[in-house]
């Protein structure tokens, strides 16, 4: 059973503060997403990974930086965070057609 | 541009009622569709995939490429069945997977 883990269901940053999200995985997936997820906007991308090392743009990438250093691993950086950051953020990996979804961040910049 | 349309943010039935969620793309070439599902406090799942034709917990969804539609059907719904529910494309050179704003809906009692 696939499995993917996020390092924080709930976390609560100063604007300004540098946010980092974890994301792992363990069935050895090569593609790896992070989305946002608000109330009537749905689910958007923001940095997705075909491999190690490698990053893509998503559609929202502005203001966030990803880190892929080992294939089970995808990291999502705020560098300085802020209020509009404030969502709920879901990770996935995926293999083939289905995308296997984290639990979720929900991410609360005061 | 690939875009994927869900016309409604809620959709409120009563039990044993007929549902229909609504899903409209915009894609030039031949797309793979989805819902995907996320019941309340749980991780978004996939439900079904177009391909497969299959039914999943009584739901179907028929792809009409005249009409650019992958409607999500039951005949009778039930209290379990509310949820969030996104319709979603994959296409292109990166097959990215394309997100709708997603639909509420509630079963009433």
């Known amino acids: 059973d696939v499995k993917v883990t996020q390092s924080s269901r709930y976390l609560v940053k100063r604007t300004g503060e540098k946010v980092f999200l974890e994301c792992v995985q363990d069935m050895d997936h090569e593609n790896m997403f992070w989305y946002r997820q608000d109330p009537g906007l749905g689910l958007r991308l923001i940095y997705f990974s075909y491999d190690v090392k490698m990053k893509e743009k998503g559609d929202i990438p502005e203001g966030y930086s990803v880190s892929r250093e080992k294939k089970e691993r995808f990291s999502l950086i705020l560098e300085s965070a802020s209020t509009n950051q404030t969502s709920m953020y879901l990770c996935?990996?995926?293999?083939?057609?289905?995308?296997?979804f984290g639990p979720g961040t929900r991410l609360t910049v005061t | 541009a690939q875009r994927v349309t869900q016309p409604e943010k809620l959709l409120s039935v009563f039990k044993g009622a007929p549902v229909e969620l609504k899903c409209n793309y915009s894609y030039s070439g031949s797309p793979e569709l989805f819902w995907y599902v996320q019941y309340s406090r749980q991780r978004l799942q996939l439900l079904l995939r177009h391909i497969s034709r299959e039914s999943i917990k009584g739901f179907t969804a028929d792809l009409n490429k005249g009409e650019t539609s992958f409607h999500l059907k039951k005949p009778f719904a039930q209290e379990e069945d509310s949820a969030m529910y996104y319709c979603?494309?994959?296409?292109?050179?990166?097959?990215?997977?394309?997100f709708g704003t997603g639909t509420l809906l509630a079963v009433q009692p």
């Open positions: 979603a494309l994959m296409g292109g050179a990166t097959n990215k997977l394309i």
């Open positions: 996935a990996s995926r293999d083939g057609y289905e995308q296997y």
